[in-house]
Structure formats: C-alpha cells, structure tokens
C-alpha cells in the first residue's frame, strides 16, 4: 500500500508536469482512478491518500465495490460500455456516466435517475478513431446527441470521453486533437455551461492528451499496476 500511496504522488506529479509543459495551469486536469480489477482495499488506500474519484466499467463488480466502501466518501464514474439492462443500477449508484454513446441509452438513465439524487453528470463517448469495434458515437453525430442529452433535465450534460485506437502515443496525439476540437465545436453550438469535461488520456498517453486539452485523464495502471 505504500507502493500505492508513492504511485498515486508520482502520477500527480507527472500531470502537473505535462500542465505545466503545456502552459496550463497546474490543477486543470483531473484525476479519475480506474480501478476495474481492483479490490477494495486498494482503493481504500487511494481513497485515504486523497484521491476521491474512481471509475468502474462493469456494474456488478462495481456495486460490490461501493457496498463495500460506503462509508469511504468516493466519487464513482461509469467508463465502460453501457447495455440497456445496465442503465437502471448505473442511473441509481453512480455520479457519472462517462461512455454515453445513443439517445436510447441516455432517456433511460434519464428515466431511471431517482428523484433526489440531483442529475447524472454524462459524458458523450466519441469513436474519435473510426474503430470498427469500438464504443462511441461517430463524430459527426456527437452534436445531435449531446443536443437531446442537454434536454433532458435528469442529466447534466458535461463533455465529450474517447479512447482513441491503440497505437503510439504520436498516433494518440491526432485523435485527441481532433476531439477538442468536436468539443469546442459542440461547446460553441450549445452554449451550455457546465460543458466543461474532455475526457482524455490513460496510462500511456495521458502527457500528449493534456498537450491537447484534456480537463480529466482516466488512470488505471499507473497507480494500481498490471491488471
Ligand atoms: C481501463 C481503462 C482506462 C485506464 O487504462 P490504463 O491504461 O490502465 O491507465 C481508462 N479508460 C477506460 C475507458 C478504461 O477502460
């Protein structure tokens, strides 16, 4: 666990590093602990060392998760893909939905967000690399999604997520690129203003997606290791 603690301080140092290196102001860009395979212990460790926001991408491995740290304070973001059977227990656990990619997915957590939770903060999750495989919307429908998303009053509409196709980080640079750019765009169109989250950067490539604006990186390995 100190390994975790000595960890989790290197990754903070790096990102105000590559803020810094990129004329930002150090503090800008966010830290979300990917912790998908990861037991609760480890996160308790990380919860203490103050890092207070976690993302799971499987539901049912991820309630079991918050059930066991209740009491801990952490702030939990849904990154994997969302099935519609999902969206009910996502709507009722989770703070964030950060991998929002159709509208039918977005009314049902609208429709399933219980009254008295205030709104599910939702990312729109763009297939910036043209991935067959991959989840997201395609770029050029992000807009119209992002519009109905913005109407829906149980949602809170907040940004743009992608992860762009494995590769170099060089090759990541492009892709992150053409996101702020989608992001700028869409932020221009709506005019709404607590769209303020690009969603950007993992492991590997977290420096280059802060060179190209990211605001949130989504970090597993670097704190936890190897899964
Ligand atoms: C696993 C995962 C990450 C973290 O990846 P690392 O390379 O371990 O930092 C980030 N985003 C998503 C959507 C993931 O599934």
């Given at each position: 666990?100190?390994?975790?603690?000595?960890?989790?301080?290197?990754?903070?140092?790096?990102?105000?590093?590559?803020?810094?290196?990129?004329?930002?102001?150090?503090?800008?860009?966010?830290?979300l602990?990917v912790s998908?395979?990861v037991?609760?212990?480890?996160?308790r460790?990380?919860?203490?060392?103050?890092?207070?926001?976690?993302?799971?991408?499987?539901?049912?491995?991820?309630?079991?998760?918050?059930s066991?740290?209740?009491d801990a304070?952490?702030?939990?973001?849904f990154?994997?893909?969302?099935?519609?059977?999902?969206?009910?227990?996502?709507?009722e656990?989770f703070a964030w939905?950060?991998?929002?990619?159709?509208?039918?997915?977005?009314?049902?957590?609208a429709e399933?967000?219980?009254?008295?939770?205030?709104p599910?903060?939702v990312?729109v999750q763009v297939?910036?690399?043209?991935?067959?495989?991959?989840?997201g919307c395609?770029?050029?429908?992000?807009?119209a999604?992002?519009?109905?998303?913005?109407?829906?009053?149980t949602?809170?509409?907040?940004?743009?997520?992608a992860?762009?196709a494995p590769?170099d980080?060089?090759a990541?640079?492009g892709?992150y690129?053409?996101l702020?750019?989608?992001?700028?765009?869409i932020?221009?169109?709506?005019?709404?203003?607590?769209?303020?989250t690009?969603s950007?950067?993992?492991?590997?490539?977290?420096?280059v997606?802060?060179?190209e604006?990211?605001?949130?990186?989504?970090?597993?390995?670097a704190?936890?290791?190897?899964r």
């Open positions: 666990m100190t390994e975790l603690v000595a960890r989790l301080a290197a990754l903070r140092q790096r990102i105000d590093t590559a803020c810094r290196t990129a004329g930002r102001a150090s503090g800008s860009v966010r830290l602990a998908k395979a037991g609760s212990a480890a996160i460790a990380a919860g203490a060392a103050g890092q207070r926001e976690f993302g799971e991408n499987y539901v049912q491995e991820a309630m079991e998760k918050m066991q740290l209740a304070g952490l702030t939990w973001h990154i994997g893909p969302i099935q519609s059977n999902k969206t009910r227990a996502i709507a656990n939905a950060q991998s929002v990619d159709r509208e039918k997915i977005a009314r049902r957590l399933q967000r219980p009254p008295g939770r205030g599910l903060q990312c297939n910036i690399s043209g991935e067959a495989s991959k989840s395609a770029p050029g429908e992000a807009l999604l992002c519009t109905a998303i913005a109407r829906l009053p949602l809170q509409l907040r940004g743009l997520m992860i762009p590769g980080p060089g990541a640079r892709a690129r053409r702020r750019e989608l992001f700028e765009e932020r221009a169109a709506l005019a709404a203003p607590g769209f303020d690009l950007a950067g993992m492991t590997e490539d977290l420096d997606a802060i060179a604006g990211s605001t949130l990186v989504r970090v597993g390995t704190i936890f290791g190897e």
